[in-house]
């Protein structure tokens, strides 16, 4: 078991209501529960002492009071590794014939599976134009186990005393399943209608190549189907408990069951390329709504796109497969309007040159930028 930062222990009491205060002999953060005297705890301030391990493991424990979870081995190693890095996991999940596998999944089934659906997030993740996506990781898993994660860290915001709740990760890993989710349902009756159909639900090539080509995740895992010892795999994701034990938005992931998949012909996948390099757009004064997705350190920003000349992107074939568009440089003013955007959760009007090149991802020069809904009137009684 690695040491948890003492930092990141503050982290979490502050974020789940403790309060705390220093030892007389100035060796412990002492932390109570609230109104609660008799639930307190220590952290020592040195994290090389001998004891500093018993304590991480019982502050892991009273955590899970706090968040209401029981205390199985499972929840304890999954806020352990929250604890670690903040993440949001990709779950994979077999399920095996009785009997078939007493010592868990075969290791050379479980690598490849984790390493091709690592690869089609982080290609995914791509047409999200996010740059950083060299840092997955895999999850604790124990001997014998049906079920493997895949870890996607969240960034945390710099000098924020609570965990940053509104991330990308979840909202990419949200796409990710749902992308799947409406692949399963489509169906393959000749290779243009498949990829008309592909690339009108704005689902990347990539990722159809990812599951459904011919040396895909679910070529892989259909032998084991085929062969009597595998019933199924899952793909889903979990909320995090301890970025969201208080929210009232926990959507569940959709749940990915890959049995009812099949592997294509080459020929459909080459069909949805062959239309997709085919579009090309070149707009002057185009007005596009849409919501912030990030800021960048260069000063552009990326969003969400919805609507384009008042068209909602779905209706228009020209616009289905522009998910995302990335803006010129943006004034001082601008960003602050963005951040306050992404802050209040208002979709922003973008007014200037749209272009989209084949195979490239969409952007904008823009000339004029404004908030789309206007600003609610106060509530006194809020």
């Keep these: 078991m690695q040491i948890i930062p003492k930092e990141k222990f503050t982290k979490a009491f502050e974020n789940l ?3 705390n205060y220093i030892s007389s002999d100035d ?8 109104n609660h005297s008799d639930l307190w705890t220590l952290v020592p ?9 018993k304590y991480q493991e019982q502050n892991i424990y009273l955590i899970l009071l706090s968040l209401n979870l029981p205390d199985t081995q499972e929840n304890f190693w999954k806020i352990y590794e929250q604890l670690l890095e903040l993440h949001y ?14 010592d868990g999944i075969p290791i050379d089934l479980a690598d490849v599976v984790l390493n091709k659906i690592s690869h089609s997030f982080m290609d995914f993740r791509k047409t999200f134009q ?39 990760t979840k909202t990419v890993i949200r796409e990710y399943l749902d992308n799947l989710d409406k692949l399963s349902k489509i169906e393959t009756v000749t ?57 009232f938005d926990k959507k569940e992931f959709k749940n990915i069951d890959l049995s009812v998949f099949n592997t294509l012909d080459d020929n459909f996948i080459k069909q949805i390329k062959d239309i997709e ?20 350190d260069e000063g552009k920003a990326k969003f969400i796109v919805e609507k384009i000349n008042g068209i909602d992107k779905r209706d228009k074939p020209d616009f289905k497969n522009i998910n995302q568009i990335q803006t010129s440089e943006l004034t001082d003013e601008w960003r602050t309007m963005c951040y306050l955007s992404g802050a209040k959760r208002r979709k922003l009007q973008i007014t200037g040159d ?13 000339g004029k930028l404004d908030f789309y809904e206007p600003l609610e009137s106060p509530n006194l009684f809020n």
């Design 17 to 19: 209501g403790w309060e």
């Design 27 to 34: 060796k412990y953060v002492v932390w109570t529960y609230q």
């Design 45 to 53: 301030r040195n994290e090389r002492v001998g004891e500093y391990l």
């Design 89 to 102: 996991p990709i779950v994979s999940r077999f399920t095996s014939k009785e009997n078939k596998f007493d």
């Design 130 to 168: 996010i740059s950083k996506t060299n840092n997955l990781r895999l999850g604790h898993t124990q001997q014998g186990s049906f079920v493997f994660k895949i870890l996607v860290p969240i960034e945390e915001e710099q000098g924020s005393r609570l965990f940053n709740t509104e991330n990308l």
């Design 191 to 247: 290779p243009k209608k498949y990829a008309e159909k592909v690339l009108g639900d704005n689902i990347p090539v990539h990722l159809v190549e990812s599951f459904l080509g011919r040396n895909g995740i679910v070529g892989v895992t259909k032998k084991y189907i085929e062969d009597d010892l595998l019933d199924t795999l899952f793909i889903k994701s979990e909320n995090n408990d301890l970025l969201e034990f208080n929210s």
């Design 277 to 296: 390099n085919s579009s090309e757009i070149d707009l002057k004064g185009a007005e596009i709504i849409g919501s912030l997705f990030e800021i960048n």
């Design 354 to 366: 749209l272009s989209k090149k084949n195979g490239k991802a969409a952007k904008v020069i823009v």
